[in-house]
T-cell receptor, first 112, second 114 residues
Framework: DVKVTQSSRYLVKRTGEKVFLECVQD?????MFWYRQDPGLGLRLIYF???????EKGDIPEGYSVSREKKERFSLILESASTNQTSMYLC???????????FGNGTRLTVT | DAKTTQPNSMESNEEEPVHLPCNHS???????IHWYRQLPSQGPEYVIH???SNVNNRMASLAIAEDRKSSTLILHRATLRDAAVYYC???????????????FGQGTRLTINP
């Protein structure tokens, strides 16, 4: 079975801190994604990557950046955390374009 | 992006079949219909997908209307573990960047009564 592992289940950070959310997949998938999930807004795509060092903006990239230096790892970076970035963050991967996504269990980030 | 419409919530009884509807009247010819579900405190989980023909797997069946403007996810014998939010999503297969944008709506919250 594909495993998508997010480094933290819960995280509490202060406003202005730089925050790193890490995601690792073990199935050599080409594509990786970062979503955030908020009540009433559903899942929204922040960034995705279809190859090492490649990235594409999703629907809500403002305030975020990403890094994909190795195929198995996709990092989401909040350069200066703000309270409106308090959310559930979900990482996903897929082997090729159009194939189903495999999600991690999420990181619940609270920014105070 | 083509949109889907699902009921906000549905309720069923344990060991009975469940039919979860989804309308997608603006679907294009290259859009696949994907279904995911999200159990409490977990990330979404892939259930099934199809293009034109009905599909079956160990989790569920997918019935697609002939005009492809609607589809139905069928859980043949619901269990308490099937209580989740079910998402119906259209996924374009090309171009490559478009195929990455899996757009989730609000989904249907399914409650299973013992």
């Amino acid at each position: 079975d594909v495993k998508v592992t997010q480094s933290s289940r819960y995280l509490v950070k202060r406003t202005g801190e730089k925050v790193f959310l890490e995601c690792v997949q073990d199935m050599d998938h080409e594509n990786m994604f970062w979503y955030r999930q908020d009540p009433g807004l559903g899942l929204r795509l922040i960034y995705f990557s279809y190859d090492v060092k490649m990235k594409e903006k999703g629907d809500i990239p403002e305030g975020y950046s990403v890094s994909r230096e190795k195929k198995e790892r996709f990092s989401l970076i909040l350069e200066s955390a703000s309270t409106n970035q308090t959310s559930m963050y979900l990482c996903a991967s897929s082997p090729w374009s159009g194939s189903p996504l495999h999600f991690g269990n999420g990181t619940r980030l609270t920014v105070t | 992006d083509a949109k889907t419409t699902q009921p906000n919530s549905m309720e069923s009884n344990e060991e009975e079949p469940v039919h979860l509807p989804c309308n997608h009247s603006t679907i294009s010819g290259t859009d696949y219909i994907h279904w995911y579900r999200q159990l409490p405190s977990q990330g979404p989980e892939y259930v099934i997908h199809g293009l034109t023909s009905n599909v079956n797997n160990r989790m569920a069946s997918l019935a697609i209307a002939e005009d492809r403007k609607s589809s139905t996810l069928i859980l043949h014998r619901a269990t308490l573990r099937d209580a989740a939010v079910y998402y119906c999503i259209l996924r374009p297969t090309r171009p490559i960047q478009g195929a990455q944008k899996l757009v989730f709506g609000q989904g249907t919250r399914l409650t299973i009564n013992p």
